[in-house]
C-alpha cells in the first residue's frame, strides 16, 4: 500500500512538473500591446546589391529596433518579431519584393492588418545607409505606405561594426519611419 501511494505521488507531482515545463516553453503573447491599437507584423527588410555587408545579426537588429519604435509609439500592436520571422522566412524575398502577395499572405497568417516590409537599399559601415519601407494593407493588398529613408552618420564611425550602425545611422531611421507610420491615418 506504501508502494502505491508513493508511486501516485510521484506520479502527481511529475505531472504538475511536465505541465509547468510546457507551459513555460509555450510562445509568448504573439501580440505585445493593447488590443485596440492597430496590429502589425514587421518583416525582416532584404539588403540589396549596395546592403550586402549588412550581417544576418544587423537584419535581426533592424527588425526588432523598427518593431520596438512602432510599438513606443502606442498606435500599434507589435506581432512578436520572432513568430513573424519564422512565417516569413522561407518566403523573405518575396514578402519585401514587388508583388504584395508574399506579405498578404503572411500577414492573414499572423492575423494582423498590416505587414512592414522593405530593402536595404544601402548600408555603409562608413557610416549610411537607406531604407526602401512599405506598408500592405492585409485586406487589401494595397500598399498604405513607401518612402526611401536615408541617414549619414554625423560622428565619426570607428570600428563600422553593427552596434555603431545601430546607434549612429538605423536608428535615426527608425525613429523617422517611426513618427511617420503613427502620424498616419491608418
Known amino acids: 500500500m506504501k508502494t502505491t501511494i508513493k508511486h501516485v505521488w510521484v506520479a502527481v507531482n511529475l505531472s504538475f512538473a511536465l505541465a509547468g515545463v510546457a507551459l ?5 503573447k504573439k501580440l505585445v500591446g493593447n488590443n485596440d491599437r492597430t496590429r ?3 518583416v525582416e527588410f ?9 550581417s544576418a545579426e544587423a537584419k535581426r537588429q533592424l527588425q526588432a529596433s523598427i518593431a520596438f519604435r512602432l510599438m513606443k509609439t502606442n498606435q500599434f500592436d507589435i506581432y512578436d518579431v520572432r513568430h513573424t520571422r519564422e512565417a516569413s ?12 502577395a508574399a506579405a498578404v499572405r ?23 545607409a537607406t531604407l526602401k519601407p512599405r506598408l500592405v494593407e ?11 529613408l536615408s541617414h549619414q552618420s554625423t560622428k565619426e564611425m570607428r570600428t563600422g561594426g553593427d552596434v555603431e550602425m545601430k546607434t549612429n545611422v ?12 503613427a502620424a498616419e491615418e491608418l
Do not use: C, H
Open 24 to 28: 513555460a516553453q509555450a510562445p509568448s
Open 40 to 42: 502589425m507584423a514587421v
Open 46 to 54: 532584404t539588403p540589396g546589391p549596395k546592403a550586402s555587408g549588412m
Open 89 to 100: 522566412q522561407a518566403d523573405l524575398e518575396a514578402v519585401n519584393g514587388a508583388s504584395t
Open 106 to 128: 503572411v500577414g492573414k497568417q499572423l492575423k494582423v492588418k498590416y505587414v512592414l516590409t522593405g530593402t536595404v537599399d544601402e548600408y555603409n559601415p562608413s557610416g549610411s
Open 138 to 148: 492585409v485586406a487589401t493588398g494595397k500598399v498604405k505606405y513607401a518612402d526611401e
Open 170 to 181: 538605423l536608428l535615426p531611421i527608425t525613429l523617422r519611419l517611426a513618427e511617420t507610420l
